[in-house]
């Protein structure tokens, strides 16, 4: 195989698999708006239920909280390891951290894709395939990261609210 059958090979391959990232893109697209409203109805229900849970624990007296997920968890686990207890808390973050990490690989590789059509039009003197191949790159690029920015926040208020969760589990504990 010569290297301009390999060549040629992966051009052909990177060209297919820009239908699946383009559905990727649109599918984490919808999940991060989704995420959102996720998390400003947590943020509403913390909110309103936050001096209940402070009460709780100064009175050191645990008990089940709608918007507490880690504190629900050790009411249901209380003999569960600290270990365990940060198990389900990165699980909880999970999905958003992965979310805001690959929204933008998705958009480069988006990007990256319609460059070398678009390479190729500008050498054959085709000013209309070089812009809708870069109308179609820079696009891919602003959406992934604007995925990215959409999850990063809860992801990030999610993160210290988990934190805070672990600490006051040491507290019921008397750690």
């Not at 959406?143 to 210290?160: D, E, N, Y």
Request: charged letters at 20%.
């Amino acid at each position: 195989m010569s290297i301009q059958t390999i060549e040629v090979l992966m051009a052909n391959v990177s060209e297919i698999l820009m239908t699946p990232v383009i559905i990727a893109i649109v599918v984490l697209f919808i999940y991060a708006i989704f995420a959102l409203g996720r998390f400003i109805s947590e943020y509403c229900i913390r909110k309103k239920h936050n001096l209940l849970y402070q009460r709780q624990i100064d009175t050191k007296s645990p008990s089940w909280l709608r918007g507490f997920d880690i504190h629900n968890y050790f009411i249901k686990h209380p003999n569960a390891s600290e270990d365990e207890y940060e198990v389900f808390a990165l699980k909880q973050l999970e999905t958003l951290r992965i979310v805001t990490r690959i929204a933008p690989m998705l958009g480069l590789i988006a990007t990256m894709i319609p460059m070398g059509p678009a390479l190729k039009a500008l050498a054959d003197g085709n000013i209309q395939g070089i812009s809708e191949n870069l109308i179609i790159a820079f696009a891919a690029v602003i959406w992934g990261l604007t995925i990215s920015t959409i999850t990063f926040w809860p992801a990030s208020v999610k993160k210290r609210w988990c934190a805070q969760e672990l600490i006051n589990i040491r507290k019921f504990r008397g750690q």
